[in-house]
């Protein structure tokens, strides 16, 4: 097999891994006339840069060879899929190739497990080794992580990747037992644990500006993981609980959330349908409300409901179950208090707070903030502007701010059509001569 053929084949495997972004990622470069490569350089499509460029990525496993039967993973031990599998070199010949053809800035370098974790990781470390210590390559890299790996090749990992990630996969234990039996929670935190570990050290070293690391000894920058939506029985608060526990404890740069899609040939405990999509944008709207708003994962979902309003982003679901909190005074609330008020943003509330320092906040002032005023007007009040309590109740809120009704498509499959008999074509010719013939005798 050639080198074309594995990559159709190993690129295709690795689409279905969402946590690839490079945000946060240290600016690396080669513009002093040294090394290859930057991380801060523009692209075409996939990621982002430190700076908020897109730049793009070759996101490829360096196999699809894999010991684990994960249920939900069309590279699973079982599957009926083509095999393939790069040797590190390889890979580290194609990122260089990619790159100088100005095809891509980075490379995302999953796998699945051959032999055992330990060897596994063993050859992703190589690739990345051959890239950074070699090649002198300064783009930026994603290595993806196995947590049954031994913390000392995690930790190396990260002297040489800008983003590490682990996959929680599930929320729950229970279920991810039932899904992926060689695949635990416990031991995905722990590895979590080591990287946060790692990180802080790497921090407070060059907060002392120390001389002794070497070269490449700084530690990637962050961790990121990703959780599956609409796989198994798990609430909206599942994930919530779960994304919150891993911002706080370990300080995770991102937690993607990727809708179930349904695979080739599945396994008999997977859903035939995939969960609607805008039930993944929801979850990312409230993991936003967690990590920059403030929220608690108790305000966004509640025990009799713990999923979210497919219908309302969750900031006005939840100003809407909280109606005796509003309307908020913009120019006397605290900027804690702005964040919350539904079409408000972190950015426009800051400069709320540094405006009205100098005169009262008038409508036409927010509307030169480009704040979303017609969605903030029933919860704020301003100089020339306050809402009445009565006429704006939650019902007619949540029927105002609702999408609209959309038209249903009929469908007549089955609908059974009586059809008139086909009379044969030659009665049909004889008919018209006959009418024909009454027609020129004057009797019709």
Same mark, same amino acid.
């Given at each position: 097999?050639?080198?074309?053929?594995?990559?159709?084949?190993?690129?295709?495997?690795?689409?279905?891994?969402?946590?690839?972004?490079?945000?946060?990622?240290?600016?690396?470069?080669?513009?002093?006339?040294?090394?290859?490569?930057?991380?801060?350089?523009?692209?075409?499509?996939?990621?982002?840069?430190?700076?908020?460029?897109?730049?793009?990525?070759?996101?490829?496993?360096?196999?699809?060879?894999?010991?684990?039967?994960?249920?939900?993973?069309?590279?699973?031990?079982?599957?009926?899929?083509?095999?393939?599998?790069?040797?590190?070199?390889?890979?580290?010949?194609?990122?260089?190739?990619?790159?100088?053809?100005?095809?891509?800035?980075?490379?995302?370098?999953?796998?699945?497990?051959?032999?055992?974790?330990?060897?596994?990781?063993?050859?992703?470390?190589?690739?990345?080794?051959?890239?950074?210590?070699?090649?002198?390559?300064?783009?930026?890299?994603?290595?993806?992580?196995?947590?049954?790996?031994?913390?000392?090749?995690?930790?190396?990992?990260?002297?040489?990747?800008?983003?590490?990630?682990?996959?929680?996969?599930?929320?729950?234990?229970?279920?991810?037992?039932?899904?992926?039996?060689?695949?635990?929670?416990?031991?995905?935190?722990?590895?979590?644990?080591?990287?946060?570990?790692?990180?802080?050290?790497?921090?407070?070293?060059?907060?002392?500006?120390?001389?002794?690391?070497?070269?490449?000894?700084?530690?990637?920058?962050?961790?990121?993981?990703?959780?599956?939506?609409?796989?198994?029985?798990?609430?909206?608060?599942?994930? !919530?609980? $779960?994304?919150?526990? #891993? &911002?706080?404890?370990?300080? =995770?740069? +991102?937690? @993607?959330?990727?809708?179930?899609?349904?695979?080739?040939?599945?396994?008999?405990?997977?859903?035939?349908?995939?969960?609607? !999509?805008? $039930?993944?944008?929801? #979850? &990312?709207?409230?993991?936003? =409300?967690? +990590?920059? @708003?403030?929220?608690?994962?108790?305000?966004?979902?509640?025990?009799?409901?713990?999923?979210?309003?497919?219908?309302?982003?969750?900031?006005?679901?939840?100003? #809407?179950?909280?109606?005796?909190?509003?309307?908020?005074?913009?120019?006397?609330?605290?900027?804690?208090?702005?964040?919350?008020?539904?079409?408000?943003?972190?950015?426009?509330?800051?400069?709320?707070?540094?405006?009205?320092?100098?005169?009262?906040?008038?409508?036409?002032?927010?509307?030169?903030?480009?704040?979303?005023?017609?969605?903030?007007?029933?919860?704020?009040?301003?100089?020339?502007?306050?809402?009445?309590?009565?006429?704006?109740?939650?019902?007619?809120?949540?029927?105002?701010?609702?999408?609209?009704?959309?038209?249903?498509?009929?469908?007549?499959?089955?609908?059974?059509?009586?059809?008139?008999?086909?009379?044969?074509?030659?009665?049909?010719?004889?008919?018209?001569?006959?009418?024909?013939?009454?027609?020129?005798?004057?009797?019709?």
């Amino acid at each position: 097999m050639n080198t074309l053929e594995k990559l159709e084949i190993l690129a295709d495997a690795a689409k279905y891994d969402a946590s690839c972004a490079s945000s946060g990622a240290r600016k690396r470069d080669s513009r002093g006339g040294k090394g290859v490569g930057s991380a801060g350089g523009v692209g075409i499509c996939h990621s982002y840069a430190p700076d908020g460029r897109c730049i793009s990525l070759l996101k490829v496993l360096l196999t699809n060879v894999c010991l684990y039967d994960c249920h939900y993973c069309i590279n699973r031990r079982s599957s009926n899929v083509r095999r393939a599998r790069f040797t590190p070199e390889e890979v580290v010949e194609l990122t260089l190739s990619f790159y100088k053809r100005n095809y891509i800035e980075g490379l995302f370098l999953s796998s699945g497990i051959v032999r055992s974790a330990d060897y596994t990781m063993e050859q992703v470390l190589r690739v990345a080794r051959l890239l950074r210590e070699e090649h002198d390559f300064r783009g930026y890299i994603h290595l993806k992580t196995i947590p049954e790996a031994s913390p000392e090749l995690i930790a190396e990992a990260g002297r040489y990747a800008d983003r590490l990630s682990i996959n929680v996969e599930l929320p729950r234990q229970e279920t991810l037992k039932e899904l992926a039996p060689e695949k635990n929670v416990a031991r995905t935190r722990n590895a979590m644990g080591t990287i946060r570990g790692r990180i802080d050290e790497a921090k407070s070293i060059r907060r002392e500006k120390s001389r002794s690391r070497k070269k490449y000894g700084v530690f990637a920058t962050g961790q990121s993981t990703q959780m599956i939506v609409g796989m198994d029985g798990s609430t909206d608060a599942h994930f !919530l609980h $779960r994304a919150g526990d #891993l &911002y706080g404890n370990f300080k =995770l740069r +991102r937690v @993607y959330y990727s809708a179930f899609s349904p695979i080739p040939e599945p396994s008999v405990v997977l859903p035939l349908k995939s969960p609607p !999509l805008v $039930r993944e944008h929801r #979850l &990312y709207q409230a993991d936003w =409300l967690l +990590r920059f @708003y403030g929220f608690e994962v108790g305000e966004l979902t509640t025990a009799k409901e713990p999923n979210l309003d497919l219908d309302l982003d969750p900031k006005l679901s939840w100003a #809407l179950r909280n109606r005796a909190t509003f309307p908020v005074d913009v120019n006397r609330a605290s900027l804690e208090m702005l964040y919350r008020i539904p079409g408000l943003g972190v950015r426009n509330a800051q400069r709320i707070v540094r405006v009205r320092r100098h005169h009262a906040l008038r409508l036409q002032d927010l509307i030169k903030m480009r704040v979303n005023v017609k969605k903030c007007m029933p919860f704020m009040i301003c100089a020339d502007h306050q809402p009445a309590r009565l006429e704006w109740s939650s019902e007619r809120l949540r029927a105002h701010f609702a999408p609209p009704p959309e038209q249903m498509e009929l469908s007549f499959e089955g609908v059974i059509q009586t059809k008139a008999p086909k009379v044969p074509e030659v009665k049909v010719k004889q008919a018209q001569h006959e009418a024909g013939a009454e027609a020129l005798s004057g009797e019709f």
